[in-house]
């Protein structure tokens, strides 16, 4: 009797919707989708050109060639080992030196941008790697110059991986989102600890990750799609 009446009252904690704000639910996701949405837009621009710089120097030994893949190399491995809720706290000057501000999801968008670039370009490298050297060997012999190359061969020839790895990547960062949140940077993440864990209502915990699943599930279910159209193997 005793376990069933603990049951009962775990499941009305987790089910009281009452206090769910759905107005503060609705702006919070707001918030989550403007940073993730603002974040995998400069993650994929700044990551491609990374990754195009990794594997174009990579077997380059003329002196500048080797100079920017070691500190590109070290950029990218540097900010991709640093846990993100470290970042933050790391970054807080610079944000604050840009944003003007340490909190909100504008001032969460550096770090999202800076732990998510780098480890998108090590992804963006794999998979120009993975272009088969018979093409890129014909583009040469036909006379293609270097932009050439990049955005008619390696670009297109890779572009399933590249949009593949840009999914998982848009997928972390909604995590991150949900992390800088806790921090005071809005957002689902912030819905959650504030309301949900501070307040002791587990039904807006339950809620706020509900939400996210169904934009991790939205993100992916595109993503796959993309990739399955343009995949012509």
Known sequence: MNRLLTVGSILTEYTNFEDVSWDRLWTATLQTLYMTAISVVLVFLLGLILGLILYETRHHQTIWSVALYKAVSVFVNIFRSIPFIILIVLLIPFTRAIVQSMT????????????????????????????????????????????????????????????????????????????????????????????????????????????????????????????SAIDKR
Do not use: C, H
Request: no cysteine; hydrophobic share 55%.
């Open 104 to 227: 909100g999801p504008t001032a969460a968008l550096p770090a999202l941008i800076l732990s998510a670039a780098p480890f998108y370009a090590r992804l963006v490298e794999t998979s120009l790697r993975e272009v088969d050297k018979g093409v890129i060997e014909a583009a040469e012999a036909m006379g293609a110059s270097k932009w050439e190359l990049i955005f008619k061969v390696y670009i297109p020839e890779s572009l399933p991986s590249i949009i593949a790895g840009i999914t998982v990547t848009a997928i972390s960062l909604v995590g991150y989102t949900a992390m800088a949140g806790v921090i005071g940077a809005g957002g689902l993440g912030n819905l959650a600890y504030l309301e949900g864990f501070q307040r002791r209502q587990a039904t807006v915990t339950l809620v706020a990750t509900a939400v996210i699943l169904v934009i991790v599930f939205v993100i992916q279910f595109i993503g796959d799609r993309w990739v």
